[in-house]
Antibody, heavy 119, light 111 residues
Framework: EVQLVESGGVVVQPGGSLRLSCAASGFTFDDYTMHWVRQAPGKGLEWVSLISWDGGSTYYADSVKGRFTISRDNSKNSLYLQMNSLRTEDTALYYC????????????WGQGTMVTVSS | QSALTQPASVSGSPGQSITISCTGTSSDVGGYNYVSWYQQHPGKAPKLMIYDVSNRPSGVSNRFSGSKSGNTASLTISGLQAEDEADYYCSSYTSSSPPWVFGGGTKLTVL
């Protein structure tokens, strides 16, 4: 079964740091670009970041640029999001998602991990 | 404010057809055939329903169809069923930053 499972979401204070993980299974992980997408409570979807299949290319939304770092370990079939200098507006459910190749859509999503930034 | 504009809500009765619009610009919807649509039920992850404007992934009902004209894409659901009640989001690849944008979402109510 093709599956993505996120973990690492917790309650953290403003200015704090956190690392999210996404474990992939059921497909050849290192064939695909991977993304993080977030959803604030009661709000819509917001694209956050992507990393190419080999980790050689990364892109970020302006709202997280310079604070978040995406990475992957293909030997462990895992995707990561290092989140620093967290703000209250980063509070959201964070999804990892797999790109449909060669298109530009997201065909597999995890169940999400909740990050709450609050004092 | 979302980059792509969708109506906040639409509704229809079982068996009817509805269409959800998604309006962008020539830098996103109008410039690429990379519009996708996602269905999200409460408390669940989004599910891909349409990609590349009009393609359905395996397993998605043929009651769902997509199209595009200029800077506006559309999702049409025919033969509405109670299980179609959900939030729907459009997304597009863009030539600007960020490279992907979503619409604000449309809540579909099946009356």
């Amino acid at each position: 079964e093709v599956q993505l499972v996120e973990s690492g979401g917790v309650v953290v204070q403003p200015g704090g740091s956190l690392r999210l993980s996404c474990a992939a299974s059921g497909f050849t992980f290192d064939d695909y670009t991977m993304h993080w997408v977030r959803q604030a409570p009661g709000k819509g979807l917001e694209w956050v970041s992507l990393i190419s299949w080999d980790g050689g290319s990364t892109y970020y939304a302006d709202s997280v640029k310079g604070r978040f770092t995406i990475s992957r370990d293909n030997s462990k079939n895992s995707l990561y999001l290092q989140m620093n200098s967290l703000r209250t507006e980063d509070t959201a459910l964070y999804y990892c998602a797999k790109r449909v190749s060669p298109s530009h859509a997201f065909d597999i999503w995890g169940q999400g991990t909740m990050v709450t930034v609050s004092s | 404010q979302s980059a792509l504009t969708q109506p906040a809500s639409v509704s229809g009765s079982p068996g009817q057809s509805i269409t959800i619009s998604c309006t962008g610009t020539s830098s996103d919807v109008g410039g690429y055939n990379y519009v996708s649509w996602y269905q999200q039920h409460p408390g669940k992850a989004p599910k891909l329903m349409i990609y590349d404007v009009s393609n359905r992934p395996s397993g998605v009902s043929n009651r769902f169809s997509g199209s595009k004209s200029g800077n506006t894409a559309s999702l049409t659901i025919s033969g509405l069923q109670a299980e179609d009640e959900a939030d729907y989001y459009c997304s597009s690849y863009t030539s600007s930053s960020p490279p992907w944008v979503f619409g604000g979402g449309t809540k579909l109510t099946v009356l």
